[in-house]
């Protein structure tokens, strides 16, 4: 298995408050990782720091092979301008060609509101125009932090079928999430978060039947009664 | 007097509308970049400059005026260009006095469409100079309140204009000069005209950037 990712002794901070703390990962090549862990763990910090978003305060970030890689945020930050207007200022912003625009709009079910204002879309559809716009950047690698959050069921469904799709096209996702129903659909591993820590990297499976730290032995208990 | 086509009237309107238009103009140029570039930049003594700023948006515009005025006059560095006493000094003026309220509105805006839009910028990878024009472009409609303040002020303006315009008639009497002057002599008709002309003008452009602002809710969001 290849390695996507290396992390050795790493800290983040944020305005000078230590967020993730001691942080050895060496993640491997999978589909879908999703990093689990209550509100304020810093799965949002992670991301952000993998992605360059959130510089480290010490330690090293290793990218064994330089991806292509786009993000999508837990609150999309659409422009002011049409669905089809914020796919194409993307592709400009990315020099990346906008000839899929409508292609991408078809799979998350949106080319139809291809003229409409992004913002005055329903929280549902602006995510996936978020997606959209992520997928039209023809990324190798995609970061999602909470895609789901405020999106009702619906959507929910169509987001994870584009996120099937999107492993299927070879896209490496790694994602954060508090809904364990869907990192239980998704993920083919999982990073547990706590307090800042990370307490262990897991397959999938194994994590759900059999978690391997307390805190997320604990984590599942109270989720799951 | 509107009526009967007085010829001075409208002289004095178009005057002033032309030089408040113009000092608007000049003050966006240097106002709206300047208030996007303190939004996103971050650099030591960048709140000193903020509050400077914001201090400036109670410049006592007499004192800019007799800034301009030093600066323009015979002994002043730029005397030997002889713009005082010239629309052009009263352009300067109003544009050193629009362009900080321009400045210090459009940071707040763009402080906070930035903190929406910072990290989405920086995972596309957006230089300062595209994130800001970026900004600037999504935000122009709340921008454009921004731009109507600093008009409402340079059409309103009269300290620094009579320092550096000296009210002469025909070359820089604008509608604020003239009410001041037909006021201390005592020729309330004209300096009422002019006065309701000038709140109606201040009042047409505030109802065109509400009906823009609404058409423009309803077409971008």
Redo the contacts between chains.
Sequence with gaps: MTELVILRQACVELAGRPVLSDLDLTLAHQPVTTVLGANGAGKSALL?AL???LPLAQGQLQWPRRLR???V?Q?P??????VRGNLE??AQ??RVNASDAEQVLARVGLLEQADR????LSTGEQQRLALARAWL?RPELLFLDEPCASVDPASMARIEQCLRDMTNEGITIIMATHLLGQARRLSDQIIFVHEGRITEVTPAAAFFSEPNSAPARLFLQQALP | MMVSGDAELYRIIGLSVQLALAATLVGALIGLPLGAWLAIARFPGRSALVAALNALLGLPSVVVGLAVYLLLSRAGPLGSFGLLFTPTAIVMAQTLLVAPVMAALARQICEDGWSEYAELFASLGLGPWRSLCTLLWDLRHSLLTVVLAGFGRAASEVGAVMVVGGNIDGVTRVMTTAIALETSKGDLPLALALGFILLALVLLMNGLALGLRHWSLARHG
Excluded: D, E, N, V
């Design positions: 952000r992605h360059g978003l890689q786009a993000m945020f609150r930050a659409l422009l002011r301008r049409s200022w993307a912003a990315a204002p992004a913002r005055l950047l």
